[in-house]
């Protein structure tokens, strides 16, 4: 098994081109995990053998059981692993117990660092966006805490395009720190990242960390079109995140020939397919068994022929939506004009 490293945005910093997501740990959120140390300390040493050096929880996790889980499973070795956490979700009854307010951040950084055992967390991300909160107050405690030296870094997960960007030209103007990274839903079978954020991505250069690359199971091809499906898959029972099942099974259809002709799962194709894509910093992997974290380990030797991708693509590919079949449509300048209009705009 041969581990990559890739750039976290532009840090400088590498991490592993898969990530262990530790939702699966703690006991206080059944229908997602239930783990408890014993079984999570074997699936991080699993991982931290196959190469894997970064791993990825949030304080809302089994309400903090996840942090404090995986903070023990990594005890000792915290020099050689990228650890990375999120604040946002409430974390108590309390009328300030949850958001991105200067209180509620300081607060969960805090405990959050308590719960891991550690003295700085490598990646702070916010978990969503805040609407009541102004983001320039978000921002200003985030670079408070890496001004501290309690936070390496900062990033986002699941804002709009439009939300990221304002954050970024806030912090600009402001002189704050900035999101080196966005953590996004990314899969064969939820692709609307590909309108506006992964453009954006590439011209801020951040990195993309990808959350259930499997579409929470989906696309494990456990679940069929006349509705039978493993009684103990995950989505079985929660439902998330959502995905147009017809298109969906259609991109399953697709991925079972790959997967044959490789004599791979469906759902090592699929985590295959999200690697073979150079705006991807890493993939967060989860697992209740060591064997569904071995056949994820077992992606980062796949490789896909362009066919395969090319295949992959076309089956599962977004409808355009306006404005961009707008931008489908062609140039309907006259050849040459683009570039002399160019040259007379510069002079």
Not at 48 to 62: E, Q, R
Not at 71 to 79: K, N
Not at 90 to 97: E, H, T, Y
């Given at each position: 098994m041969t581990m990559n490293y890739r750039l976290l945005g532009n840090t400088g910093v590498y991490v592993s081109e898969l990530c262990l997501g530790a939702m699966t740990f703690g006991a206080r959120w059944e229908a997602i995990g239930g783990l408890g140390q014993e079984e999570a300390n074997?699936?991080?040493?699993?991982?931290?053998?196959?190469?894997?050096?970064?791993?990825?929880?949030?304080?809302?996790?089994?309400?903090?059981?996840?942090?404090?889980?995986?903070?023990?499973?990594?005890?000792?070795?915290?020099?050689?692993?990228?650890?990375?956490?999120?604040?946002?979700?409430?974390?108590?009854?309390?009328?300030?117990?949850?958001?991105?307010?200067?209180?509620?951040?300081?607060?969960?950084?805090?405990?959050?660092?308590?719960?891991?055992?550690?003295?700085?967390?490598?990646?702070?991300?916010?978990?969503?966006?805040?609407?009541?909160?102004?983001?320039?107050?978000?921002?200003?405690?985030?670079?408070?805490?890496?001004?501290a030296g309690k936070v390496r870094y900062i990033g986002c997960s699941n804002l709009p395009a439009w939300e990221l960007m304002k954050a970024l030209g806030v912090s600009r103007q402001r002189g704050l720190e900035t999101f080196k990274a966005t953590q996004s839903y990314y899969a064969l079978v939820g692709r609307e990242l590909e309108r506006e954020t992964i453009p954006l991505i590439r011209d801020q250069k951040l990195g993309l960390l990808v959350w259930s690359p499997l579409a929470g199971g989906f696309l494990t091809g456990k679940f069929t079109r006349d509705g039978s499906s493993a009684p103990h898959a995950r989505r079985a029972t929660f439902d998330f995140p959502p995905v147009d099942k017809e298109r969906g099974f259609d991109v399953i259809d697709a991925l079972r020939p790959i997967a044959a002709a490789h004599g791979a799962s469906v759902a090592r194709v699929a985590l295959a397919w999200l690697l073979g894509k150079d705006v991807v910093t890493s993939v967060i992997i989860g697992a209740r068994r060591m064997d569904q974290l071995e056949d994820n380990l077992a992606a980062v030797d796949l490789r896909l022929t362009a066919e395969e991708m090319a295949a992959l693509d076309e089956v599962s590919r977004l409808p355009a939506a306006y404005p961009y079949w707008m931008g489908a449509l062609g140039d309907d300048r006259a050849p040459g004009q683009s570039r002399n209009l160019e040259a007379r705009l510069k002079r």
């Open positions: 074997a699936l991080v040493q699993r991982s931290i053998d196959a190469g894997i050096n970064f791993f990825d929880t949030a304080d809302v996790y089994s309400t903090g059981e996840s942090e404090e889980i995986l903070g023990r499973a990594l005890a000792g070795r915290r020099q050689d692993v990228v650890i990375a956490t999120k604040v946002r979700g409430r974390m108590g009854p309390g009328a300030n117990a949850v958001g991105l307010s200067r209180l509620h951040i300081i607060q969960a950084a805090e405990a959050s660092l308590k719960r891991l055992g550690t003295d700085y967390i490598d990646l702070y991300q916010i978990h969503r966006w805040d609407p009541v909160t102004d983001i320039e107050e978000t921002l200003s405690a985030l670079t408070d805490l890496v001004r």
